[in-house]
C-alpha cells in the first residue's frame, strides 16, 4: 500500500467519480488516476462532478455512493489520501431560483463551484457570482483562466476579487497555458496573489491528469514558496473543515 504525504498538495476540481459525468469513466479509471494523484504529492482531494446537462437529472444519490465506494476503496489503497466531495456547478439562473436542491457546495463549508460558459461576458459573470452570493453561498470561481472576457482584461481578476469572489485555476494551465493570452492573465493572477486555489480539473489518465507538482514548482519559482503553499495547500483547509467526519 501506498501513503499519500499528509503536508501534501489538495486538489479543488477533479472529475474523478466514476460513470457520473465526463471525467472517469468507471471504476478501473477512477482507481489509476487517484494512483496517479498520490504518487504526485496529492493527500487531499475534492470530487467536484458537473452540475448541469445532461447531468442534471442524475439522482444524487449515485453521486454520494460513488463516493462511498471510492472513499472506502481508497482508506485500504491510500490511507493517508482524504477524500471530499462537491460539484462544479454550471451557473443557471433557473437552477438557482427554481431548483437549488440540485446545488452542492464544497463538503458543506458553503462555498460554491461555480463555472461559466468560455465567451460569457464579464457582466454576466460578476451578476451570476452576485446572485450565488445572495443565495447565501460563498463563490469559488472555477479555472478563470479559461473565460475570453478575462484573457481580453487580465485586470478584471481584481474586480473579482474585490466581490469576495475566490478564484481557481487549472494546474495544467500553468504548465501549458493555450495562447498569450491566458499566459498573460496567469502572470497577472500569480504576480498580484490573485488567486486562491488550484485543481487538475482531472477527467482521465491522459487528459489534464490529477497531477499538481509540475505547476507548484513553476509557481514557486515564479512567486514565493510562501504564495505557493497558499495556492497548492492551505487556503484549501477552509474547505476541509467545512464538514470534517
Known sequence: MTKSNESGFTDVHCHLLPAVDDGAADGGSAREQIGIAAADGI??????PHVRSPWLRRPWSEVEEAFSQMREWCAEAYPGLKLYLGSEFAFSESILREEPEKIRDMNGSGILLVEFKPR??????????????MAGYDVLLAHAERYDCMLEKPERARRIAELGVSIQINCDDIVRPA??????FLKLLLKEHLADMAGTDAHDAKHRRPEMKKAYG??????????AEQLFKTNADILCKGKED
Open 43 to 48: 493527500s487531499r482531494i475534492f470530487f467536484t
Open 120 to 133: 460569457d461576458s464579464f457582466e454576466r459573470i460578476v451578476n451570476a457570482c452576485q446572485q450565488v452570493q
Open 179 to 184: 495562447g498569450f493570452g491566458m499566459k498573460r
Open 218 to 227: 513553476i509557481v514557486k519559482k515564479y512567486t514565493d514558496e510562501e504564495y
